[in-house]
């Protein structure tokens, strides 16, 4: 059974071939172009360790504009006479737009460059957040402008996480990807943190408004912070010339996309990413609700920030561990953490609630040392659009099961269901990753490089 393998130093001679030998080419046949890496240029050092941290603090915000409405959901329900249905709708419209985005962001980000497309789409998704609530007051029927401003929320987001993959793998080395990756993934849980916490207090003190303000206007601020410092004021505009100068590392053929997702290990990768976004979208969006619901004199800011203080040293330790060890970060990820979403189903107390979520948040934070890193080792010529497949897809299963999760909470009057749906298709993911994912690059002919496999 293969499993996938993850080295920090990869300095074996047949992956030296890999890099250096003029031979590996990605084109149509009969053309000759150079190795995508030699028009590398990996970051400083120093420099990597300045944007590891900008990354972290702009994913952190990400999900601070991003978590806003499922912290303020309850508030909004009560004051716009939404049902559960309703309130599903409203925060599943999100991934829809999040499933558009997601490839044309990889595939720009592969050509102009990722931190063009992270700082103009953060510029813009800022600005909608700081914006929804004069949607939600001014307009006659909230449920449908809050479900539009949820929509063009997903499609500006969509494009952030293939971007930074694509950022990654064209300016950071291979033993140094886990670590960035984990790191700026703690973002997303750092972010929560802080709008659980900071949000559920501007919640109680100044109305739900106040959290959409902030979050927004902070998020803008970032943006115009990286064009200022670390762009030097260089414009970020993506023209027509520039994506059709873009390097020959994006630069495959239709016969090498088919050739690509034909091969089991990217089919393992997509589907197992599919699981555990759709899985962690859902726990996002509803676990608010779950504990008002089941806990309705629990403070907020308590279920709010702890599950997310303990998945950040988690997601930290799951780099660390990616970069020196085997990874098993999605044994970890799918399989234990379905046990203690199992074991919310009979929970009875709160704090027992707590815990149980807590370790589910912080073991689902290991997939950033699996897959996440695993696409750079199977396609780093296309890293960022086959990212993008893969987060369109697990948007996609986000939206249907964040919506299905509201029907069966109303048609079931329990949350048992939920969170038995979220362990079967953790299980599912868990499965066909131990099956079939590698570690191997497949995203240029085998013949013309050596691979090294390792099995068990």
Same mark, same amino acid.
């Given at each position: ?43 400083? #050092? ?24 499922? !912290? ?12 559960? #249905? ?87 080395? @291979?033993? @140094? ?76 053929? #239709? ?41 309705? +004199? ?13 998945? !950040? ?59 996440? &890193? =695993? ?33 069966? !909470? @109303? ?14 298709? =953790?299980?599912?993911?868990? &499965? ?10 497949? +995203? ?9 496999? !390792?099995?068990?």
């Amino acid at each position: 059974m293969a499993i996938l393998q993850k080295h920090g130093k990869i300095s074996g001679p047949d992956l030296v071939c890999l890099k250096e030998t003029p031979s590996d080419t990605i084109g149509d046949a009969g053309g000759h172009q150079k190795n995508w890496s030699e028009h590398n240029t990996n970051w400083p #050092r120093p420099l990597a360790r300045v944007w590891t941290v900008v990354l972290l603090l702009g994913t952190c915000l990400l999900y601070c504009a991003r978590v806003a409405m499922p !912290i303020c959901a309850v508030s909004m329900a009560e004051k716009f006479n939404w049902t559960k #249905r309703e309130q599903g709708m409203v925060l599943g419209s999100f991934f829809w737009g999040y499933c558009f985005t997601q490839v044309l962001g990889g595939y720009v980000s592969d050509r102009v460059g990722g931190e063009k497309v992270l700082l103009l789409s953060a510029a813009a998704w800022g600005a909608m957040t700081a914006f929804t609530p004069v949607l939600a007051h001014f307009c006659s029927q909230p449920i449908f402008s809050m479900t539009l401003a949820r929509f063009l929320m997903g499609l500006l987001q969509g494009v952030h996480y293939p971007s930074l993959v694509s950022l990654c793998s064209q300016k950071v080395v @291979e033993s @140094e990807r886990g670590f960035l990756m984990s790191t700026v993934g703690s973002g997303s849980y750092l972010g929560t943190l802080v709008i659980g916490g900071a949000g559920s207090l501007m919640l109680d003190l100044y109305g739900w408004e106040s959290v959409f303000y902030v979050s927004g206007l902070l998020s803008v601020l970032w943006a115009y912070c990286i064009w200022k410092y670390l762009l030097r004021g260089e414009g970020p505009v993506i023209t027509l010339e520039s994506l059709g100068r873009g390097g020959p590392r994006s630069n495959l053929s #239709r016969r090498h996309w088919l050739r690509l997702f034909k091969q089991p290990a990217v089919c393992a990768v997509i589907i197992t990413h599919l699981c555990t976004a759709s899985t962690f979208f859902t726990m996002l969006s509803w676990l608010p609700t779950y504990f008002k619901d089941t806990f309705p +004199d629990a403070k907020g800011w308590v279920f709010n920030v702890i599950p997310w203080f303990v998945a !950040i040293p988690s997601s930290l330790f799951s780099g660390c561990l990616s970069d020196h060890l085997i990874s098993r970060g999605n044994f970890f990820s799918m399989g234990v953490s379905s046990v203690f979403t199992l074991l919310l189903c009979g929970t009875t107390t709160f704090p027992t609630a707590v815990a149980f979520v807590s370790a589910t948040m912080g073991l689902t934070t290991f997939s950033h040392s699996g897959v996440s &890193v =695993n696409v750079q080792d199977l396609a780093p010529s296309c890293a960022g659009a086959l990212f993008g497949v893969m987060n369109t897809c697990g948007a996609f299963s986000g939206v249907l099961m964040v919506y299905f999760s509201g029907y069966l !909470i @109303e048609a079931t009057g329990s949350w048992a269901s939920v969170f038995t749906l979220i362990t079967v298709v =953790n299980l599912v993911g868990l &499965v066909t990753f131990l099956a079939f994912a590698e570690a191997r690059r497949v +995203d240029m002919d085998s013949s013309k490089g050596h691979y090294h496999d !390792i099995h068990i």
